[in-house]
C-alpha cells in the first residue's frame, strides 16, 4: 500500500502563486509516475499534471506554462508549483500515485487539498 498525503493549498488573489506538496510512504517502489488531478463544484475531475520516475512531464492545456510539477526522489514528494492562477482554478487537487500512469483510475489517491482563487 502507499499512502500520499497533500499539503499547500488555501487561498489566494487571482494572479497569485500556490505550491502544493504530495509526501508519499508506504511501498513506493511500486510507484513508477505520480500527477495532479483537481475537481471544481460540480464538475468532473480532470488530469492537471503528471511526472514519471524517469523525469517525464505531462500537463492539461488550461495549465501549461503556469503549473509546474516536480519531484524530489530523496523526500518521496511531488510538488505542483502554481503561479498566475485564475478564479476558475478553484477545486479540490488530488494528488495520484501509479505504478504505470496517474490516470483516472490510479492505483492510490490522497485526501484532497482545496485551492480557492478570488478574483
Known amino acids: 500500500q502507499v499512502q500520499l498525503v497533500e499539503s499547500g493549498g488555501g487561498w489566494v488573489q487571482a494572479g497569485g502563486s500556490l505550491r502544493l506538496s504530495c509526501a508519499a510512504s508506504g511501498s513506493i517502489f511500486s510507484i513508477n509516475a505520480m500527477g495532479w488531478y483537481r475537481q471544481a463544484p460540480g464538475k468532473q475531475r480532470e488530469f492537471v499534471a503528471a511526472i514519471t520516475s524517469g523525469g517525464t512531464t505531462n500537463y492539461a492545456d488550461s495549465v501549461k506554462g503556469r503549473f509546474t510539477i516536480s519531484g524530489d526522489n530523496a523526500k518521496n514528494t511531488v510538488y505542483l508549483q502554481m503561479n498566475s492562477l485564475k478564479p476558475e482554478d478553484t477545486a479540490v487537487y488530488y494528488c495520484?500515485?501509479?505504478?504505470?500512469?496517474?490516470?483516472?483510475?490510479?492505483?492510490?489517491w490522497g485526501q484532497g487539498t482545496h485551492v480557492t482563487v478570488s478574483s
Open positions: 495520484a500515485a501509479d505504478g504505470i500512469y496517474p490516470g483516472p483510475n490510479s492505483d492510490y
